[in-house]
């Protein structure tokens, strides 16, 4: 079994994608492989869950009005106060 990692980030943290975020099938209504997130848009965590195989957090992000994409840890980064 594999040791769970605790969440690095919270509920509520304003936080920026490190890297264009693609559709990976997740969302049937986005086109697959269509980009969700631009490099540097930034998202509130509005969940905190668990990937139950790979027992890593992941995180539902919501990036403005467009949508709510499940992040791991090494796709987001916390806002600096300088991107505020």
Known sequence: MIKAKPPKF??????KALFDLVNDGSLPDAPAEGRLV???DIGKIVQVGR??????PIYL???GEKVVVGCLEREIG???GVDR
């Not at 919270?10 to 936080?15: H, I, T």
């Not at 990937?51 to 890593?56: E, F, K, R």
Request: hydrophobic share 40%.
């Open 38 to 40: 631009r490099l540097g």
């Open 78 to 80: 916390l806002i600096s």
């Open 51 to 56: 990937h139950t195989d790979a027992n890593l």
């Open 61 to 63: 992000v919501e990036f």
């Open 10 to 15: 919270q509920r509520g943290q304003r936080v």
